[in-house]
Each structure stands twice: as C-alpha cells, then as structure tokens.
C-alpha cells in the first residue's frame, strides 16, 4: 500500500466536509463521522503495511547458503559447538582413558556437534558443577553437557532441555553412627526428620537439595566425592547425599562397604539430568530438545550402571 495515502486522504476531507454541511441537518453529524472513520482507518492501514515492509530478516544468512535463526548461525559460522564439561572425571559420563575424553556424555556432545554439521570443543575450565553453569550463563560455552542437575538457582541463570536422565535421590549412612541416631525409631521416620551431620559435594545440585530437603541437617560440604565418601565411613558425617547411580555404584565398587553404609533411596524425589543452554538460546534449546526426542539409546539408570561397569 503506497505511504502517501494518509495525507491524499487527509486533502480530501475538508471539501467533503463542506458538502456534508451542506445536507439536512438530521444527517450532517452522522457523515461528518463516518467520514472521519474512513480518514482514520485509512492512515492505520497505512501505517501497518509501511511497518510490515521495514521488518528486519530475522534469519541470518551462513556461508553454506542456508539461512539459521541468530544462535544457530553463530555455532556454524564459527564451525564448532563449544561445550561446557567439568574438569574432574566422572565415569561413566566424562573422563579421560589414555589421555583422551570419553564417557556417555561426551559422546552425546559430540553426536550432536555432528547433527549441526560442526566440530565439537570442550571447554573444562570448570572444577565445580555450578562453574559449568557459570560459563554457559557468561556465553564462554554453547552448552553445558556435564551431569547438571535441573535446580531453581540454575533455571534462573541459564535454560534448561529436557531431562535425558531421571535419577532418584539417595543417601548412604553409616550404620553404627545411624543406630546411635535413630535409637530404635524407625529408619524411615529418621530420614524423613533427619537432623544429623550429611555430607554433600560443594558448589553441587545436592548441596541445595539438602538444604532444601534437610533443613534440620547439619550440611557438611566437601571439594569432591570420595572426601564425602571418606568422612561418611569414618563416621564424620552420619550419611552423604546424591543420586541412586553415585550411591548403587558406591557399594558396586566395593563389597564390603555394605558392612558398614547403609543405603536408602527416596523414591518420591526425582534428579533430572538435562542439557544447559545460555538464555539468549531459543532456537538452539529447540534444537537441543528436538536432538534428545530423536536419539534411539535413551539413557537409564541400568543403562548408566552397565557402562561403568563395562569400563572398569
């Protein structure tokens, strides 16, 4: 619709008002507005059509010819997804055999890196969980792929895909330090109101979940897991706190930690493994998403606990 309408329309208007004047007075009113209804209308429409003429592209164009919403472009004009990951080992998600970086999660990186048509680079700058949210959020990394456990604090930073792993929560107590706890009470009454000393993994998802879950307990944080197992055996801290995989592969790798840990799974609380992605990152969370749906082998509980056992 040509721009210059609003005003011919506008030079129009005052002969036609002299001519409505002129009428019956009954009727002079009455066109004088519908006149200035049709005056109006006409610059409105106007006004939306030059608006839709001047709409930026919202697709950016790539050398390969194909045109990407803003996020996506950016990986493949860059030609690699830049993937967030700890820097500790974590079998058997991420770690390093022989010197190089294998495990269920670095493999899911890297067939998506492939599904995008782009190299993959990990960046391990990160020594907690949270500083692998820390990154995706400051835009150091596309996306973190690194065990992250979805929590309220982290989806106020960055997003989150939808979970490709759902694990119970569980705890493992030492059995003497317990008893001396309970005093005949039921276990599942002294977890449920638990007050004693419960070891977490500092700067973790269960560091808040205890706070969260525990508020009674005496939270203990320590720099990694085998210091928490460590203090929890020595009876330091009554019991520790993480998922059913950390806790099932904790009496798998040792027999005999049965004889002194005790272990309870929460089945009515869920940890669920997702993808992070920055929060200027719509149309690559779609993606990521749309990437999870498609892949045939599924993660799963017994899935994750034959693959550390087929590793070691």
Known sequence: MNASRPSQAMSVFPSALTRALALNPRWRWTIVLFIGFLVLTTAIQAESTRAVETRPDPLVSVADGRQLAPDMARIVARGELVVAMAGMDNPPFFYLRDGRLVGLEVEMARDLARELQVAVRFNRQAQSFNEVIDLVARQEADVGISKLS???ARAQRVRFSEPYLRLNHALAFNRLALARLAMDKPVQSVVRDFDGTLGVIANSSFADFAAHHFPQADIRTYPDWREAVQAVRTGDVVGVYR???????????????????????????????????????PVLLDVVNLFLAQRVNKLDIDKVLHADTREH
């Open 150 to 152: 979805r929590t309220l």
């Open 243 to 281: 998922d059913e995989f950390e806790i099932k592969r904790l009496l798998k790798s040792d027999p005999t930690a049965s004889l002194t840990l005790r272990t309870v799974t929460l089945t009515d609380l869920e940890d669920t493994l997702s993808i992070a992605v920055g929060v200027d990152d």
